[in-house]
């Protein structure tokens, strides 16, 4: 292990497996989506090095961290207390410690706590700094064959019936693909709401991604919502992915093949 120590606190670094790490800095970590394989070496690492882990719930991340062997002070750091708990990780970084986030699943700040968090960390002065890994949004977007520049992410819609149907309707008339968050329990409304708006429109969505149960289903509005009405129970996590009017255009060459 090297280090280098500047006048700043806050720029005394040490070298770790090739990582710089720096004290009185907040690290925004990517934690896997469900496949805990899926997790970076950086990740690994950040969490190892951290003085303090902050987290969305104490209780899954002990699991990830247990099975990484890494022990480290937890605090909580979830939706309903993120800016008070802000604040003590902000004082935290004033006594020189090192303070990782993780969310329970995928990129802090994605549908997730994490923003507020580092947006009062960043005013205060100090460093926020990326530590990249999994998404349910990148990783449906991956295999969903979006084409298009534009790619509107909008998560979670409101759960109020009129509020959805409403916002569906702007999404789709602006023409460009989105994707979307929803749990099990209103996964059939919103294929139901999709499906009256503009049955014809393509839509993946994507259950349980990159769990043991991982399920991928392409096809019009109106056949997605048919399939998953007629599904006896439902369960696991969506991501659900509506094209754009654009669709990715092949050329002569491409499909010939």
């Known amino acids: 292990m090297s280090s280098k120590k500047y006048e ?3 720029l005394v670094i040490y070298q770790v497996c ?3 790490y720096f004290v009185s800095t907040l690290y ?3 934690t896997p989506i469900g496949n805990l394989g899926d997790i970076t070496f950086r990740a690994v690492e950040t969490l190892k090095n951290a003085d303090v882990i902050a987290c969305e719930d104490t209780r899954h991340t002990l699991e990830l961290l247990t099975h990484f062997e890494i022990r480290k002070p937890l605090i909580s750091c979830r939706a309903q207390n993120e800016e008070s708990a802000a604040r003590k990780i902000i004082g935290l970084l004033k006594g020189g410690q090192t303070v990782a986030y ?3 699943a995928g990129t802090p700040g994605i549908s997730d706590p994490g923003a507020v968090l580092a947006e009062l960390v960043r005013k205060e002065g100090y460093p926020v700094v990326p530590v990249p890994g999994p998404s ?3 990783t449906l977007v991956s295999v969903a064959g ?3 520049k534009t790619l509107v992410f909008e998560g979670f819609l409101s759960p109020s019936p009129g509020k959805r149907r409403r916002r569906l309707k702007e999404l789709i008339e602006t023409g460009y693909a989105f994707v979307l968050y929803e749990s099990p329990f209103r996964i059939v409304k919103l294929l139901t709401d999709l499906a009256d708006i503009d049955g014809e429109r393509r839509v993946v969505v994507g259950r349980e991604l990159t769990k043991l149960h991982e399920e991928i289903v392409d096809g019009s509005a109106a056949d ?3 399939d998953f009405s007629a599904r006896e129970s439902i369960k ?8 754009g009017i654009k669709r990715i255009q092949l050329s002569d060459e491409s499909t010939d093949n």
């Not at 696991?236 to 094209?243: C, N, P, T």
């Open 224 to 226: 997605i919502r048919d």
């Open 146 to 148: 979006a084409g298009g």
């Open 236 to 243: 696991g996590e969506f991501a659900v992915f509506v094209s």
């Open 102 to 104: 993780a969310s329970d």
């Open 136 to 138: 349910a949004f990148a």
């Open 8 to 10: 700043n606190n806050r």
């Open 28 to 30: 925004i970590v990517g």
């Open 18 to 20: 090739r990582y710089t």
